[in-house]
Structures are given as structure tokens and as C-alpha cells.
């Protein structure tokens, strides 16, 4: 009789979990989701800046998880979204899984085309970067595009549905018990209560779903710590600006510490042509970005993150990034603040004129022209506007008056499950995998932590 395996989550992690379970036919695999098929998912007020996110989980959740609907950018770097050498304890190791995640995302449509930079102009970035006190990462990448995500994810699932994996999609998981040797898993679909047992469980509920395992912990003494989380802005610039960069690395990463704090600031999911989207969550509205192959805006835009590491005796990062999110809510009026560089920098809110009278054209329409300095800590706005200012040295312009900001942007790694080499917590059989339970930052890792659950159960079952 096959064993049978459930999965929370269709993002990146629960996907290649099945993938690499569905080689051996030893399995029954089901996948649970809170969202919609593929095809359900693509708003189509998505890319014109006028989508209000009607429906929430349309973005955040469903198969492919909300990487389904980013611009589908594959860092191919074990230690960049992660690390995975650290999870291994092996390099090699890393390494394989990147590769085999890179070859999997390649077989079900990603472009070939590897943006990798020559090694001369990277030295240029580098040495440039350097001399104004900020280090650039350089990264080999393949860019799927928000277009072309939904096509590469509908070929996965449909691959894996050939090889018997269920999908049981508006399936909001609400309980975990352990039940012997068994887990019994409870969802909603449709307002109706369900349960499923299964011998092996995998959890990989993606940021979105994060509260939903956090609600788990203490019922089942799940072992987890306190880690940082990332509080910042999305900033928006003519894409003349971002050109000289992406030329050299088609999602530029640099890491910058501030002056006043010395606190670490990053860039990250650099979206060139793209357009600065709405995510709704429960309670609380962010922005992320998108950008796409065929379809293209005048602007670029990337995230600008200050890191935020709480000690002792308040270590909850993640209710204090909540926090953040609800006032900047607030104050937006249910829509995300926006603001000009300048008017942050002189300390007065932005107003509607203004905005209109800036020389860049923002994307996302559905904001609150306002003062983004009232939502989040005087420590975290200082970080961001010294470490703007010093990447303007670097990428003359993003630092100008008219840059808009967009806020509140929070990447919630806030806990961290314990998990051994094959992510199995001190529960047997019970797996977690992604970004919801802190041990990713992207796409890639989050699928090699599925892959590494996989293993772990296969170890179990040779």
C-alpha cells in the first residue's frame, strides 16, 4: 500500500517536493492550497497599475505561490535566498540542488538565456561599488518574467498531476494534529470542514501562510527561534537609471550599512521596465514588483530593505513587522503610502500635486500620497534615505527628488523552524520546506528546500 504523503502549500518548496517524491511511485501525494488554479489566478487589471487586488489570494496563494505572479527571476546561488551549504553542511551539495531546481524550472519552459555579465564590466560595478562604501553581488540569473511564470508553473503542475499528484486547490488548512502515527490535516473548502491523515506531512505554507504554521507551533512543540526580518520601501526610477546595472546582472543585489546606525540595508527584487504592484494581506496592504518579457513600463523598481534584528526580551520580529504594516495601512487608508524621495528627505508628506509633478510616473495608481516617515521608525526611514543617498554615487539618479517610494515592503523571515539536513523537525515525519518557515528567501531555495524534504522522506522509506 502506498504511503501518503500531504503537502500545505503549491508554491515553489510543495511543488518540487512533489516533483521529487512523484519519481517513486511508493507515494500517494496530495497537495493542499488556499488559492486558485493557475489559470484562475492572472487579475486582468494586473499590469495597468489599476488592480485593487480584489481578491487577495488570487496573489499570495495558489499553485505556484505568490512567485507564481513575480517576475520569475531564478538566482542560481546557492547562498543567495538562503543557504543552503549551511542546511547541508555540504557545498557540493548546495550546488547540486541549484542545478537540479535550475533543470527542472529549464525542462518546463524557462528561457536558456543566462544573465551572467561579462567579466569586465563586472569588475567595473565592483570597483565602482566599492568605492562608495557598498558591496555588489554578483549573481548568474534567468529572468521567466510575471508573463511567462504562470505558463512554466501550469506545465509543473500539470506534469506532476500525469504522475497522480492531487491538488485539492481553496483548501485553507487550519489545524495540524498528530494523531499516533499519523498527522490528520483540517481545511476548509468552501466553508466545510475536511480532514485527511497521512504518514508523512510537509509544511510549506510560503510568507503569506506564515501564520497559519505559527498558530501550530506551541499545539505541537514545534522547536523554532526568533530571526531578523526586513522592513523597507519600494523605490521607483526612470529605467534609464537602472540600465548601466542591468546591463551587468539582471537583478542587481547590494548590500550597504548604514552611517548614523550601521545597520544592514539591501536591494532586492530589481524589476526593470516593471511595474510596482498592490499585495493584500489579512489585515495589513504591502507592494512588491513585477516585470514581464513582452509587456513594458518606462520605470524600474527594486526593494530597499533595512534589516531588523530584536533581542531579548522581545524577540517576535514578526508582530513588530506586522505592526509596522498595520499603521502604514492605516494611515494609506486600506492602500499603500507613496511618497517622493524628496519630500521624505525635507520631511513633509507628498500630496497628490506633487506626485503629479514629479518627473516619474508611477505604476501602481492604487496608493495614498503621504508621509512614509509616520508608518515606519524614525532608525529604519534614517537607514534608507543614507544608503539611498550613497547608491546614488553608484546609480546617479535613484537618489533625485522625484524618486517615488512606495511603503510599507516587509519580507517576513521572522521564524525559523529547527530542521535537520533533510528539513524534518524534532516531529517525525513531519517536514517544512520555503520561505514561510524561515529557511528561504526565494525561488530557488525555497524549491531546493522542498526537494531536500523529499529526500528526507525517501531516506525514510528505503
Not at 542546511?87 to 531546481?101: F, H, I, P, R
Not at 505541537?220 to 523605490?235: A, E, F, N
Not at 546591463?247 to 545597520?263: A, E, M, Q
Amino acid at each position: 500500500m502506498k504511503k501518503k504523503v500531504v503537502i500545505i502549500g503549491a508554491g515553489p518548496a510543495g511543488l518540487f517536493s512533489a516533483y521529487k517524491l512523484s519519481e517513486n511511485d511508493k507515494f500517494e501525494i496530495i497537495i493542499l492550497d488556499r488559492g486558485r488554479d493557475v489559470d484562475s489566478r492572472k487579475c486582468p487589471l494586473e499590469y495597468t497599475g489599476e488592480c485593487n487586488n480584489c481578491n487577495p489570494c488570487n496573489v499570495l496563494y495558489g499553485t505556484g505561490g505568490s512567485g507564481c505572479l513575480s517576475d520569475g527571476i531564478l538566482n542560481l546561488r546557492p547562498d543567495i535566498g538562503g543557504d543552503l551549504e549551511e542546511l547541508t553542511g555540504k557545498s557540493d551539495k548546495a550546488m547540486k540542488l541549484v542545478n537540479e531546481v535550475d533543470s527542472i524550472f529549464l525542462k518546463h519552459g524557462a528561457p536558456e538565456k543566462l544573465f551572467i555579465g561579462e567579466t569586465e564590466m563586472i569588475e567595473e560595478l565592483q570597483r565602482k561599488a566599492e568605492a562608495s562604501g557598498i558591496k555588489f553581488i554578483q549573481i548568474p540569473q534567468r529572468h521567466i518574467g510575471s508573463d511567462y511564470t504562470p505558463v512554466v508553473i501550469n506545465s509543473m503542475k500539470k506534469y506532476l498531476e500525469n504522475k497522480g499528484v492531487k491538488f485539492v486547490m481553496l483548501a485553507d488548512a487550519t489545524k495540524i494534529e498528530k494523531v499516533k502515527n499519523y498527522y490528520v490535516t483540517t481545511y476548509l473548502q468552501k466553508n466545510k470542514p475536511y480532514k485527511i491523515e497521512s504518514e508523512y506531512l510537509i509544511t510549506a505554507p510560503g510568507r503569506a501562510g506564515s501564520n497559519f504554521l505559527m498558530s501550530q507551533i506551541n499545539e505541537l512543540g514545534i522547536k523554532v527561534v526568533h530571526q531578523s526580518i526586513d522592513i523597507g520601501v519600494r523605490v521607483e526610477v526612470s529605467k534609464v537609471v537602472m540600465k548601466p546595472v542591468i546591463d551587468v546582472n539582471r537583478d542587481p543585489k547590494f548590500h550597504i550599512y548604514s552611517r548614523t546606525y550601521d545597520d544592514f540595508v539591501r536591494t532586492f527584487c530589481t524589476n526593470h521596465e516593471g511595474y510596482v504592484m498592490k499585495e493584500q494581506y489579512d489585515g495589513y496592504v504591502g507592494v512588491n514588483g513585477h516585470s514581464m518579457r513582452d509587456i513594458k513600463s518606462q520605470n524600474s523598481n527594486f526593494a530597499f530593505l533595512s534589516r531588523v534584528t530584536l533581542t531579548s526580551p522581545v524577540e517576535d520580529t514578526t508582530s513588530y513587522g506586522i505592526s509596522i504594516a498595520k499603521i502604514a495601512t492605516v494611515l494609506g487608508g486600506g492602500k499603500p503610502l507613496i511618497q517622493r524621495f524628496g519630500d521624505l528627505r525635507m520631511g513633509r508628506r507628498s500630496t497628490p500635486e506633487r506626485i503629479r509633478r514629479s518627473n516619474i510616473k508611477p505604476t501602481l495608481l492604487s496608493t495614498t500620497p503621504g508621509d512614509i516617515a509616520m508608518a515606519l521608525p524614525y532608525r529604519i526611514v534614517t537607514n534608507l534615505i543614507e544608503s539611498l543617498e550613497r547608491l546614488d554615487n553608484l546609480l546617479p539618479g535613484v537618489g533625485s527628488d522625484s524618486t517615488l517610494l512606495y511603503a510599507p515592503e516587509i519580507k517576513f523571515y521572522g521564524i525559523r523552524v529547527k530542521v535537520d539536513s533533510f528539513m524534518e523537525t524534532n516531529l517525525p515525519n513531519l517536514f517544512v520546506a520555503g520561505d514561510g518557515v524561515g529557511l528561504s528567501r526565494d525561488i530557488v531555495n525555497s524549491a531546493a528546500t522542498g526537494i531536500l524534504a523529499a529526500e528526507g522522506i525517501l531516506k525514510k522509506e528505503s
